[in-house]
């Protein structure tokens, strides 16, 4: 069973590459606009703060602006990833492989989360380099990441379930996964007893976000984090969105075979 | 669980509807078919009669409103899973297929996904290629192939798990005669040499008549006729030739228009020179009707034929008319 699903993971891999291989400007150009952004955000900081914009406080706003860019990539990829087979009519040949549906997509959910933790990683490298910053590594950091996106994919989950059945769902992907940045404390911190404060404690990046500044800016031990509440909240966020997303994919996936609607776009 | 069947159909349908959240119409009314080992059912009838929709029930992506569908004796609702591990699919429509890979990393990609062992997928996948004559062109991205190729490699694609049931939805649909020619004998080899039963449907009625053993008419969701080509021919020309007069000049389209309020089921090919009428089914008493009605309209008529009809006019016959068996 394990080595079947490793060889759909390969399989799932292997067409991300070829995928890769065929739109080879879109990783440079994605890559790009996202290193420059952050610039151009942070010298926007840099301005707001009239010069009192500390390195700390760059390498915070760098670690939120990752964590969100990974989770923009994989809630983008996964929905598009979608709506692209259903549209080509290759959705209903992986229906029709004679594996759980669901199985592919943590298949697929994998990869993606492979590919854009690799970019991810080139934007930080460069951006550390570039800004001079200094981030700590404590263990654990890679686990609290992981979590963080696992929400995440929930919430994708839940936009392909719906989309399966309500076909006009995938558009509103954008615009959740922008909103994000900025409702989440990616690049500044939210205020506490704000309202936005108490609804971004319900979306799934806040927690994680903030856990990962206090490891990577601080250097906060993982022993240290898991005594925080806050990382069982995250924990709490993660099993909640995981699971709706789950359902509701599920439900998706019923009510579009009895709508007759899995190749409809 | 696998039911054991009472004989050895690949498929089975049993009092299958199908009714669609918020439709008015029921898209499958009621049908019951089987389809055997080796066996190539042509699946005909007018657009939106429920072909599509019967394919897609068969293949578990449409759940059936009421009724049992089996595949192998696997039931398609309770396990799907299972029972679509004996089927392979090309649907009308759709790509099928991922345009950015060349063939064989298509073939490769769905091979994986349907669990071939990695050790014998290259040599099926050679196999196959080889089968569908994309041998030569199995590095080329399939965007860049022609319609043809495209549905050979769907046709491949489908059957990399060596199913036994494969369900071809219009394969030959926009296909040019050659093409669609190499496609009937591919399809052909499957079934005789493989023993394959392969369900088609189709607009050609000539790929029916020719590749068929049996042919099931579906109209407005309901079972026309269910029997083998030739006994359907047989039955239909028992009591009903078709009648050609060629009539000199071109008919005027208002004439033509009475003629068949007239009598039902005449057709009529106008030309520059002549006019061809063909009625598949009157008896030799109307047929003399219509002569006289000819002659009384000072019409000059050439040439009058009679011959058994063609799978085309029985169709259209039955369609129009909605008879049940």
Redesign the interface.
């Known amino acids: 069973m394990i080595a079947?699903f490793l060889?759909?993971v390969?399989?799932e891999a292997?067409?991300e590459l070829?995928?890769m291989r065929?739109?080879p400007f879109d990783f440079l150009a994605d890559q790009t606009l996202f290193l420059i952004g952050f610039l151009l955000l942070s010298g926007l900081f840099q301005v707001v703060a009239e010069g009192d914009y500390t390195k700390e406080a760059q390498l915070a706003s760098l670690v939120g602006f990752l964590t969100w860019r990974a989770a923009d990539g994989c809630l983008l990829r996964t929905v598009n990833g979608l709506t692209d087979d259903a549209q080509?009519?290759?959705l209903?040949?992986?229906?029709?492989?004679?594996?759980?549906p669901r199985l592919?997509f943590i298949a697929r959910s994998i990869v993606i989360f492979i590919s854009y933790v690799i970019r991810v990683l080139i934007i930080a490298v460069i951006l550390i380099i570039l800004l001079g910053l200094s981030p700590h590594y404590p263990f654990g950091v890679a686990l609290v990441f992981f979590f963080t996106q696992i929400g995440v994919f929930g919430v994708a989950y839940m936009i392909v379930g719906f989309h399966l059945v309500y076909k006009s769902v995938a558009a509103m992907t954008m615009a959740f996964s922008t909103a994000l940045l900025f409702v989440t404390g990616a690049l500044a911190p939210l205020s506490e007893g704000t309202i936005l404060y108490s609804v971004s404690r319900f979306l799934p990046l806040a927690a994680g976000i903030s856990l990962l500044q206090e490891m990577i800016v601080f250097g906060t031990s993982f022993e240290k984090i898991v005594e925080d509440p806050n990382f069982y909240w995250l924990l709490a966020t993660t099993f909640a969105y995981g699971i709706a997303g789950w359902v509701v994919m599920g439900w998706g996936q019923?009510i579009a075979?009895?709508?007759?609607s899995?190749?409809h776009y | 669980m696998r039911t054991k069947s009472e004989d050895n159909a690949f498929v089975r349908l049993a009092n299958v509807t199908k009714t669609?959240?918020g439709a008015k119409k029921t898209a499958v009314d009621n049908l019951s078919l089987a389809l055997q080992p080796g066996e190539i059912l042509a699946l005909l009838g007018p657009n939106g009669a429920g072909k599509t929709?019967t394919v897609?029930m068969i293949?578990?992506?449409?759940?059936p409103s009421s009724g049992n569908i089996q595949v192998r004796g696997f039931d398609m609702v309770q396990d799907r899973?299972?029972g679509?591990?004996q089927?392979?699919?090309v649907?009308e429509?759709?790509?099928?297929?991922?345009?950015?890979?060349s063939a064989r990393?298509n073939l490769?990609?769905?091979g994986?996904?349907?669990?071939v062992p990695?050790r014998d997928l290259n040599q099926r996948i050679d196999e196959l290629l080889k089968l569908v004559d994309l041998s030569d062109h199995q590095h080329i991205?399939v965007r860049k192939y022609s319609r043809g190729m495209q549905q050979k490699l769907a046709i491949a694609?489908?059957m990399l798990?060596d199913p036994n049931v494969l369900l071809l939805d219009e394969p030959t649909l926009g296909l040019d005669v050659q093409a669609a020619r190499k496609l009937e004998e591919t399809i052909a080899i499957l079934a005789r040499e493989q023993g394959k039963g392969i369900l088609l449907t189709t607009h050609t009625m000539l790929l029916a008549e020719t590749l068929a053993d049996r042919v099931f008419i579906i109209h407005e969701g309901q079972e026309v006729a269910f029997a083998s080509t030739q006994e359907l021919l047989k039955k239909f020309n028992g009591n009903r030739e078709a009648t050609e007069i060629r009539v000199d000049g071109r008919m005027a389209e208002s004439t033509i228009d009475f003629l068949q309020q007239m009598f039902a089921g005449v057709s009529a090919a106008p030309n520059v020179e002549t006019t061809m009428l063909t009625w598949p089914e009157p008896k030799q008493s109307r047929v003399v009707d219509l002569l006289k009605y000819l002659d009384e309209q000072d019409e000059i008529i050439l040439e009058i034929n009679r011959r058994q009809a063609k799978l085309e006019e029985v169709f259209i016959s039955l369609t129009e008319r909605g008879e049940k068996k």
């Open positions: 079947f060889q759909i390969g399989a292997w067409r070829r995928r065929a739109y080509w009519g290759t209903e040949q992986v229906w029709l492989s004679g594996l759980l592919i019923r075979r009895r709508h007759g899995l190749a | 669609y959240p929709t897609k293949a578990g992506l449409v759940l899973t299972k679509v591990r089927l392979g699919a649907l429509g759709a790509r099928n297929l991922y345009w950015r890979l990393e490769l990609y769905f994986s996904l349907r669990l990695r991205e694609a489908a798990h």
